[in-house]
């Protein structure tokens, strides 16, 4: 992990699936846990997912709070 993929997290969103659109960071954690039980897409999206993953299974997710910018939309 880098430090800018914790930036990425709350700025890319997901390119395709029932959650296109949506920024990584407000993935549900049960779509993150599929991914996790079946597989990673390959590159910096899977890489991308699994941080997300851990953040979210190990209840950190709320340490990306403050690289949210005050443009975006409130979580869900």
């Given at each position: 992990?880098?430090?800018?993929d914790?930036?990425?997290?709350?700025?890319?969103t997901?390119?395709?699936?029932?959650?296109?659109?949506?920024?990584?960071?407000?993935?549900?954690?049960a779509?993150?846990?599929?991914?996790?039980?079946?597989?990673?897409?390959?590159?910096?999206?899977?890489?991308?997912?699994?941080?997300?993953?851990?953040?979210?299974?190990?209840?950190?997710?709320?340490?990306?709070?403050?690289?949210?910018?005050?443009?975006?939309?409130?979580?869900?």
């Amino acid at each position: 992990m880098k430090p800018e993929d914790l930036q990425r997290l709350v700025t890319m969103t997901m390119p395709y699936g029932k959650y296109e659109g949506r920024l990584i960071a407000d993935l549900p954690g049960a779509y993150l846990a599929w991914f996790a039980r079946k597989g990673f897409p390959p590159g910096d999206l899977g890489n991308l997912l699994a941080l997300a993953h851990e953040l979210d299974h190990n209840g950190l997710k709320r340490l990306l709070d403050p690289l949210r910018t005050r443009s975006q939309a409130p979580r869900p």
